[in-house]
């Protein structure tokens, strides 16, 4: 009974070709729709995401447990060694840095400003990705021991200063005396965000660790490591490694604002699909009610020879589900055509500098995810058997009598 139920209800799906078809494309476009903007919101906040990590954080951070509530040199660490120093060696790492970061002030002789100071080690900088993207002028930092500073584009313009020039760095060594220095400005940098460019100075380590009388000490190690979506096995891993003087913490809580950006797009390709399906799930009640509508006498005949109202609803779920499915798998298919030859990157040169108020470079790159074709198929499917329960709920309740006897 059951394979005969099958076979009438494929039939009777394609009794009226046009309408199928046009029911079928419909379902098609909505789900190459919802699989199409996933990706893109996808590519978008992986960018935004990627691009913030290897701006500064990092996927995981180590800091002395005090640190990030008095950011100053007297909370600082030894730099890794041991058994932290192995655990960073392993994968999922892909690449770390050790940084001196501490409040500091740089003063021009026409002006001050207050900024975080970072001692870095370029060569470990550039390993983690994090070193400014573009220097417009001069060069960045050659190694650790370098006694120059690089500092941003806007920062230059509000001290009235310029490449080559001298600037004083101040700031407190750990007995909470200042230390300051006379040092040449040998790069400016420009940031995707204009703020970060007033923001950060960069120096040498050796050379701050010298100007702050803090020999080997760093103020945090920044990680990088495959997967910035699941970073908490790498926490846990480094945790046992550094032990219990330090703390360990992924950049979910690092950069709250980043963290909460991708639970938002998660949220949003949820209700968006949600939203696509059901301006489609009209349609498709619409279709199955014509087709329920045309069929009243063959529905009343087959109860009157015996046919179960429930079998009836089986009949009509079943040509829903056959059409679902065949959409699904034609809209699923066009997506991954349509997203496959773009992975390699859209340029938007033309709204670059938006582009940059998000921290995302020019070209985007969207990301097939195959939990999102899954999600699709699961919305697609789930509201499109509810939608169908209306017409297959009055076919199966129809009298048998007065289906024999409509016109």
């Known amino acids: 009974m059951g394979a005969g139920i099958s076979r009438l209800a494929w039939r009777n799906l394609w009794r009226n070709r046009r309408r199928t078809l046009i029911m079928l494309a419909a379902v098609a476009v909505g789900v190459w729709a919802m699989v199409f903007m996933s990706a893109m919101m996808r590519g978008m906040v992986d960018e935004m995401v990627r691009s913030g990590l290897e701006q500064l954080p990092g996927m995981v951070q180590i800091h002395q447990r005090a640190y990030r509530d008095d950011p100053s040199v007297v909370n600082s660490m030894p730099s890794p060694e041991g058994t932290l120093q192995a655990a960073l060696a392993e994968p999922p790492v892909t690449a770390w840095a050790a940084r001196v970061r501490v409040p500091a002030m740089v003063a021009s002789a026409r002006a001050s400003r207050g900024l975080t100071l970072l001692g870095v080690d370029p060569a470990a900088e550039r390993a983690l990705g994090s070193v400014p993207p573009t220097i417009s002028e001069g060069r960045f930092l050659e190694d650790e021991h370098d006694r120059g500073v690089v ?64 020999p080997g000490q760093v103020s945090e190690v920044a990680v990088m490591a495959t997967d910035y979506r699941r970073p908490q096995a790498l926490v846990e891993h480094l945790a046992r490694a550094a032990g219990p003087q330090l703390e360990v913490l992924p950049w979910t809580e690092l950069d ?30 619409n279709t199955l009610a014509m087709a329920v509508f045309e069929r009243i006498r063959e529905i009343g005949l087959m109860q009157a020879l015996g046919m179960r109202p429930g079998l009836i ?32 990157g859209i340029e938007l040169s033309s709204v670059a500098r938006g582009m940059e108020m998000f921290a995302m470079g020019a070209t985007l790159y969207p990301a097939l995810y195959w939990r999102d074709m899954v999600l699709a198929t699961v919305v697609v499917l789930g509201l499109g058997v509810l939608a169908s329960l209306i017409p297959a709920w009055r076919a199966a309740r129809l009298d048998p009598i007065r289906a024999l006897n409509s016109h």
């Open 151 to 214: 500092l941003g584009q806007r920062l230059v313009e509000r001290l009235e200063s310029d490449l080559g020039k001298r600037v004083v760095i101040m700031s407190q060594d750990p007995q909470n005396d200042v230390a300051d220095r006379g040092v040449r400005v040998v790069g400016i940098y420009k940031a995707r965000l204009p703020g970060d460019e007033e923001r950060f100075a960069y120096a040498g380590r050796a050379a701050l660790q010298e100007l702050l009388q803090v």
């Open 313 to 344: 609803l089986r009949q009509v779920l079943l040509e829903s589900l056959y059409l679902l499915l065949l959409g699904l798998a034609v809209g699923n298919g066009a997506a991954w055509l349509t997203i496959k030859p773009l992975e390699s």
């Open 256 to 285: 709250p604002f980043l963290s909460s950006m991708l639970d938002l797009q998660d949220g949003f390709s949820l209700v968006f699909m949600v939203v696509v399906f059901l301006a489609l799930s009209f349609g498709l009640v």
